[in-house]
């Protein structure tokens, strides 16, 4: 069982709606990571959260918004989503940014309608 | 025909047989890699980590090789098992502009052990 517990495990939603993804650990965790992973393709990362702030947006489009409430929980608004942005959404953790492995939960798996 | 990236590289080994797993990467100031291990359905999961002062470093059944010459990485798996078979990521890290670090992924390498 992952120490990153990700829900839901399966999303699907239109185009016009609002959603949430939700990522937790209890591992003490500093750093959390939201990617996107299509099929037969590596993670792409999105966004890094370092001590609840965020550090890198990678150009993420601004219907993607996260939010990092406390240590443990990472969070990612969906609004307004298009078909292309169906995928697996994976969150990770690692003990700090630098040189640590991280810890990815087994995602939630996202279909625009 | 097959179009480039639709398909992961596919290394199939017997049960029992030793695998090799090769990722070139591409940043000489690369100093911290990591592969990990992604079965179906499930997220990556660490397998192993070697950072750039070291050529070799061994774990259970695995040994990861580090030539930053060439800038290469291999995963050595020893005695393969069914439970294996999956996708192996390496991954490489970069420093941003900003100070932060983030990971890059390898374009993954499909494993499938053969009974």
């Known amino acids: 069982d992952t120490e990153v517990t990700q829900t839901p495990k399966h999303l699907v939603m239109g185009m016009t709606n609002k959603k949430s993804l939700k990522c937790e650990q209890h591992?003490?965790?500093?750093?959390m990571y939201w990617y996107k992973q299509k099929a037969k393709k590596p993670p792409e990362l999105m966004f890094v959260?370092?001590?609840?702030?965020?550090?890198i947006n990678e150009s993420v489009p601004s219907r993607f918004s996260p939010e990092c409430p406390n240590s443990s929980l990472l969070n990612l608004h969906l609004h307004a989503l298009q078909p292309e942005d169906s995928a697996l959404y994976l969150c990770a953790s690692s003990q700090q940014v630098l040189n640590q492995p991280q810890h990815f939960g087994d995602g939630t798996r996202l279909s625009i309608l | 025909g097959e179009s480039v990236g639709l398909h992961l590289p596919t290394l199939s080994v017997q049960e029992g047989d030793n695998s090799i797993i090769n990722c070139a990467y591409s940043n000489s100031a690369s100093d911290y890699f990591i592969w990990y291990k992604q079965e179906s359905g499930k997220g990556p999961q660490f397998i192993i980590d070697i950072r750039s002062n070291m050529d070799k470093r061994q774990g259970q059944r695995v040994t990861v090789l580090l030539n930053k010459t060439v800038k290469h990485l291999s995963l050595q798996i020893a005695a393969t098992q069914p439970g294996d078979s999956a996708v192996y990521f390496c991954?490489?890290?970069?420093?941003?502009?900003?100070?932060?670090?983030?990971?890059?992924f390898g374009t993954g390498t499909r494993l499938k052990v053969l009974a």
């Open positions: 959260y370092s001590y609840e702030k965020l550090s």
């Open positions: 991954a490489e890290n970069e420093e941003e502009t900003s100070g932060t670090y983030k990971y890059i």
């Open positions: 591992m003490g965790h500093r750093a």
